[in-house]
């Protein structure tokens, strides 16, 4: 078996593949090429796509794409039940179609079908994800003179903050949640606590001001990817006024910034440990 032929980094919705493995236990759907996007189970940031499998007059409801793995020793594991992180040496990675309900009979090893992703959710998702990018790269500008120590700079040049202390993000359509750990070791990393307390709402307006110079901007957005295969390094690349961003990531995107009406963020500090930063997409 070989890794999983993908194609969604190029924003294609519909493709056809053979399909090479299904597992009625666990309801998944493995094809040996697909425009589903997967979760990832490492880093969970990106819910997979939904759509459908046919052949013929045969349908199958696809719930999640997730990741699969097969180990040497044959060994099958399904979305977060990967005892390995990705691309892990000994395993074979393939995205799997998790389906609703019993695979009809025509959805078969050796089988040609036909794969169509939900285009509503994946182009919710895209902006969702986009815009949970941008959203970082502003905190980290907005808060870079909150840094009383060098650390490194993120993609614009700026202390990343984001690479410091996000321990969570979950992206939705339309946004996204990110969660920033507060704690003792970013103050001993230089990082004025206190500070950015008693700033909040000025960073929040600083934020949201540079997010729409970049939507006003309307710049290029695109995913460059290293080979053809789900488990080949992918680069999202922004143009922004201030230069191009680029940094590995596994999810999709939107092609322009000109596709949104809006992005802007909310900080909650309700926890003074924890920042709780909410983006909010508008459609253009
Ligand atoms: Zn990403």
Known sequence: MQSTLISFPAGT?????EVVLVDQRASVVVVDATPFHPVDHTWPD???DTGVITVGDARVRVTEAVMVAISDEGVLAVGSDIPVKRGGEGWTWMVGHRTDGVIPADIAVGARVTLEVDADL??????GHTACHLASLALDAALADLWRKEIGNDPL???DFEGRANQSSRIRPDGSVDEYRLGKSLRRAGFDSEGFAASIGEREA???????????????????????????RRTW???LPEGEV???????HVRSLAEFASITVALDLSDPQLLVMTTTAVAA
């Open 13 to 17: 919705l519909v493709g056809e593949g």
């Open 46 to 48: 990106q819910p997979g």
């Open 122 to 127: 994946r182009a919710s998702l895209s902006r």
């Open 157 to 159: 040049g700026n202390p």
């Open 206 to 232: 600083r934020i949201n001001e540079l997010l729409a110079d970049w939507v006003g901007s309307a710049g290029e957005s695109r995913i460059d990817v290293d080979g053809p295969s789900i488990i080949d």
């Open 237 to 239: 690349r922004c143009a």
């Open 246 to 252: 680029a940094f590995l990531c596994g999810g999709t």
